[in-house]
């Protein structure tokens, strides 16, 4: 008879068996697949080395680059803005400060003068503070004389009290710097914006700094506030160029809704490079060709122009 302990002895020798298969069918398995590893390793590491090499000399050429810019930037750029107000916006705080900084002093170089910094807050474009602000830029505390458009938006209201104080119109003369001082304190208690500077003064021109894209489903809403404010700032002085990176001119950024829009394409000047050397070359010659009138998108992305038209050297 076939008792239980026959049935345990069978069930070993069947584990036994499966077992030792494994053994000698991976025994003659392993030396191939190492042999496979090491060289989807060996070529990894010389794609890895080649890569290396290749950043290395994409970097130097780079550095070149920079440098050529930084060079040529005085030559290509002077005399471009003589007597020429420019006043400088960031959008956020994703703006670098050492592009604020070089642009600044690319302006100065140019023969321009820098009126100023002023840093837009996200309360600014926020649509739960509209209906503070819409208070206060249809109150009592503003200075004399300001007109305000026949809106109910907020962003139409504020953008239009800033650029009358903030921009020179063309053959006009400048607003007091106590009017501005007060609309931007009021604004700043507000969580609006902030003077990046110690003084703020009107100016001729606007460089309105920018970087990254809005998130979230009130992204579109925050940049129609943002344009409602470059639209006034153009109106209200001599020009207005928007200068950012390569994610600004995404469709969420400010640069893409300034180009998806024919309007605001048509007036206002685009930058999508401006940590390089090149786009803040693009950003001053933007400003020079807005003082006769012409808008353009330059840059690296669709449909630009790698750089404004340099002005004819004056004999």
Known sequence: MIDFRYHLVSLIAVFLAV??????????????????????????EQDKRALEDRTQALQAQLD???????????????????????????SNEDVPDETVESVGALVKQAGGNVKGTVLLQPGYSDPANASSLQSYVTGAGLPTGLQL??????????????????????????????????????L??????????????????????TAGSFQGDDAA??????????MALDSAGSG?????????????GLIGAVRNDPTLSAAISTVDNAASGAGQISTVLALA????????NYGTGEDTQPVPPVPAATP
């Open 64 to 90: 070149t680059s920079d440098a050529f810019e930084a060079a040529v930037a005085p030559t290509l750029v002077g005399g471009s803005l003589t007597n020429r107000s420019v006043l400088l916006v960031v």
């Open 289 to 296: 060709a807005e003082a006769g009138g012409t808008s353009g």
């Open 240 to 252: 207005v160029v928007v200068a950012g990176d390569a994610l600004s001119a995404d469709d969420n």
């Open 221 to 230: 809403e925050r940049n129609g506030t943002l344009s409602d404010l470059l």
């Open 149 to 186: 458009p026949e809106a109910d938006d907020s962003g139409q209201l504020v953008a239009s009290v800033l650029a009358q104080v903030l921009m020179i119109p063309p053959g006009g003369a400048a607003r007091d710097s106590a009017e501005i001082s007060s609309v931007l304190a009021g």
């Open 19 to 44: 077992a030792l298969g494994i053994v000698i069918g991976t025994t003659q398995l392993n030396e191939p697949i190492l042999a496979d590893i090491k060289g989807q390793v060996s070529s990894l």
């Open 188 to 209: 700043n208690a507000l969580d609006a914006l902030t003077a990046g500077s110690s003084s703020v003064a009107a100016a001729d021109f606007a460089v309105v700094l």
